[in-house]
C-alpha cells in the first residue's frame, strides 16, 4: 500500500509564500506521475499542476508564473512553490501520484493540507 503525507499549508497573507511537500512511502518501483489538487469550499476539486517522470510540467492557468512543481525521485517527493498567493487560492491542497508498486499499479491521494491566504 502506498502512502502519502502532505506538508507545509497553513495561514499567509496575501503576496505571500509557502512550500508543499508530499513523500511517498510503501513498495514503490516507481512514480510516473505528481499532482497537486486543490479545493475550496463550494467548488470542485481542480488539478493545479502536475510533473511526470520526464520532468514535463503543467498548470493550471490560474497558477502559471506564480506556482512551481518539483519532484526529487529519490525522496519519491513532490513539491508546490506558491508565490504571490491570492485569496483565490484558498483551499484545502492534495497530492495525487501514480505509478507502480510491488502490488502492481497505483493512484494514491494524501490527506490534504489546509492553505488559508488572507489578511
Known amino acids: 500500500q502506498v502512502q502519502l503525507v502532505e506538508s507545509g499549508g497553513g495561514l499567509v497573507q496575501p503576496g505571500g509564500s509557502l512550500r508543499l511537500s508530499c513523500a511517498a512511502s510503501?513498495?514503490?518501483?516507481?512514480?510516473?506521475?505528481m499532482d497537486w489538487y486543490r479545493q475550496a469550499p463550494g467548488k470542485q476539486r481542480e488539478l493545479v499542476a502536475s510533473i511526470i517522470s520526464g520532468g514535463i510540467t503543467n498548470y493550471a492557468d490560474s497558477v502559471k508564473g506564480r506556482f512551481t512543481i518539483s519532484r526529487d525521485n529519490a525522496k519519491k517527493t513532490v513539491y508546490l512553490q506558491m508565490n504571490r498567493l491570492k485569496p483565490e487560492d484558498t483551499a484545502v491542497y492534495y497530492c495525487n501520484m501514480q505509478g507502480t508498486s510491488w502490488a502492481g499499479g497505483f493512484d494514491s491521494w494524501g490527506q490534504g493540507t489546509q492553505v488559508t491566504v488572507s489578511s
Open positions: 510503501g513498495s514503490i518501483l516507481s512514480i510516473y506521475a
